[in-house]
Structures are given as C-alpha cells and as structure tokens.
C-alpha cells in the first residue's frame, strides 16, 4: 500500500466489520457513508475524504486524512462550518431514526506526523481531534472534550497487522500500481467468459467502494483505470482490446481470447502469458512487489497444473 493511503484504509478498516483489526467505530454502529465527498460551506467547497455515519444517533464524523503534516489554513476555515444536516442533505446519508444530526470533524495522519498537524491546526485557528495511526495502534489525540470518540477510543486501538487495503489506489495514484488490480479484475472476467466489460465495471471491481466516492471522484478513478486497462491491452493484443470512451459513453474492454474456452492446457498457458506480461511491465516501471502477497495470476497457474497432473496420472495396470 502507497503510504499516503494508509491513515484513509486506516480510518475505513475501523468502521468495517470482519476485518483483521479492531473494527471500534464498526461496533459502535459507524458505516462509512462517503468518500471523496464535495460539500459546500458558507466559506466555500470542501471535499470530505471520508464520512462515517451513525444511523441511530446521526452522528457524522467527517475525516480528513493527511499523508504528512502540512495544514492548510483555508481548508481548515471551510471545515469548521461545516454542520451535520448539510453534509447529510449534500452527500446522501441515510439515517435510520428521527434525531437531530451531530458531527465532529477529524483530521486522521501517521503517528509521526502528529506533533506537525497538531501546530499546523493551531496556527489556523481550530481545535480538531486527531487520529493517529501508528505501526502498531490508532490513538485520539484532542485537546478539548469530545465525548463520543472519548468513549470509543478510551485506550489506543492495537492493530494487529496494518490497514487493510481498503482503497488500494487513488486518482493520484501511479498507473503502475493501479495495473495489478486492474489486470485481477480483467482474469476475474475472463473466467466468466465475458465478452466485454465497461470502466465503470473494471472500476467497481478494482476499488471495493467505488460507489460511495463523489462524482467527480468517480470519474477521475474511471480514468486512471481506463489508462491501466489501455496498457493491460497493449500489451496483450490477442486477449484484450481496449475502446476509449466515445462521446456521452463509457468505455470497455473486449475480452478476444477467453481461456476458459480453451482446453486445460491451453487455459494454463494463456494465463501465464499474461502473468509473464505483468510482471515484465512491473519490472520495467520499477513497481513494488510486496513480499509475501500472493499473485493471483500464479495461484490459477498453480491450480491449473493440479488439474492437468492428475489427468496425466493413471492407476498402474491401466490400459
């Protein structure tokens, strides 16, 4: 994961069940309701990175996660008018029960860029909470009395292993490391044997809540991942073409040579054609491969060869 997205993975993992870690704001009834989320205040237009909702108390926190510890001042001003019924009416939370909304804004950051975003907000004149997201916990740290993130960040949250990657890349994000999920996203389709697939569906699949960005958001991922697929393609002719979008339509991705319409073998050599492609573009960009991660190209690979092994084996004496 780009460091820059871990404190945003960070603060969505606390509000998503079934996870590895901690899911405290998930426990005490937070989803999250928005991402990328433009709002306008009477200071002007702010873009909230994450909102969190309670539906049973109306409670919104709207988060701004901060990849290092530069403050700016405006956003800042824009931020502390924002009101709760504005951001609900504007991002199009759905609350459960008739209350009157609340909400806190927070700014979220790496534990070592605390002590600079903690200046930074004085500086411009506001009193936010802070989230701190360490190697190994999330702490609040606040100055002034906010009782509902006190009551649920009584004691640091311990992490047990680091923030899932819950947006795995953003529109600022290189296309290097947009193509992997890009790529699994076209296998994925493949082995349905599709004849085609829209951006906006390679783009849903590559980024899990793609729905809940902004529009604008949207757009600029559809974007990144319509140039990842463009390279995906060029680089696989005889099993991709790519279709950029043509006036008022969205673009697609023609699947030409489906594997699973091959027999076994030709399935397991057409799947590592493609890995041997990735990988080779992945080298020559000088991409991160995280050790240990599992290529899913490798692991059909691995399965396909199972498959062909145990036709090839024959019990002794069989004719």
Known sequence: MERRLIPINAMIDLATPDGINPAVLAEHGYRVAGLEAPVTTPAGN??????????????????????????????CARYAVLDAATVIRQARIDLFQRVTPSLDVVYACLGDHVGRVRLGLSTAGVTFPILAVYDQKITLETDIPSERLQRIFTTPVQLVAPPSRLIPFDMDSDV????????????????????????????????????????????????????????????????????????NR???????????????????????????????????????IIPGQTDLLDELDKADEGTDDSKNEQPEGTP
């Open 46 to 75: 702010v873009v909230i990175d994450v909102i969190l909702a309670n539906g049973n108390t109306g409670h919104i926190l709207a988060i701004e996660s901060k990849c290092g510890g530069n403050i700016e001042e405006p956003q």
């Open 176 to 247: 290097s490391v947009v193509e992997p999920h890009v790529l699994g996203a076209l296998v994925a389709a493949l082995t349905r044997s599709i004849p085609e697939i829209t951006l906006a569906a390679l783009t849903e699949q590559s980024v899990r809540h793609f729905a809940l960005f902004g529009r604008r958001a949207q757009t600029a991922l559809k974007q990144k991942v319509g140039e990842a697929a463009r390279h995906i393609a060029d680089d696989n002719p005889q099993t991709f073409r790519f279709h950029g979008p043509p006036p």
């Open 250 to 288: 969205d673009g697609w991705v023609s699947l030409l040579k489906t594997p699973e319409s091959n027999d076994p073998r030709g399935r397991t050599q057409a799947y590592q054609a493609l890995a041997r492609s990735s990988q080779s573009r992945r080298r020559r960009r000088g991409s991160v």
